[in-house]
Nanobody, 122 residues
Framework: QVQLVESGGGLVQAGGSLRLSCAAS????????MGWFRQAPGNEREFVVA????????SYADPVKGRFTVSRDNAKNTVYLQMNSLKPEDTAVYYCAADLVRYPVGIGSDYWGQGTQVTVSS
């Protein structure tokens, strides 16, 4: 089993930045492909970004390209999401996901965190 715990969410004004973290525990982190998803009220959960187990491959959803950056530190068992130039439409609960096999990670990922709220005010 893998436990994922997100942190770093909060309230920020449009144009501001936040850095989300997702700490993994329960098994070796380095073999895990990781990703971030988000879900706004009334919407389905949507893909944001993925990073491969070694960090060599990344994949971004079009709405966040050029503004969000994913990274990972396998020594710290943590994946990060740096979010810049935030917009009100980025408001959502952000979830971390992990998958042992699939890349990019998808809705059917093996493991999920509990989510962290990001609210961007206009």
């Amino acid at each position: 089993q893998v436990q994922l715990v997100e942190s770093g969410g909060g309230l920020v004004q449009a144009g501001g930045s936040l850095r989300l973290s997702c700490a993994a525990s329960g098994r070796t982190f380095s073999p895990l492909n990781m990703g971030w998803f988000r879900q706004a009220p009334g919407n389905e959960r949507e893909f944001v970004v993925a990073i491969s187990r070694g960090g060599g491959f990344t994949s971004y959803a079009d709405p966040v390209k050029g503004r969000f950056t994913v990274s990972r530190d396998n020594a710290k068992n943590t994946v990060y999401l740096q979010m810049n130039s935030l917009k009100p439409e980025d408001t959502a609960v952000y979830y971390c996901a992990a998958d042992l096999v699939r890349y990019p990670v998808g809705i059917g990922s093996d493991y999920w965190g509990q989510g962290t709220q990001v609210t961007v005010s206009s």
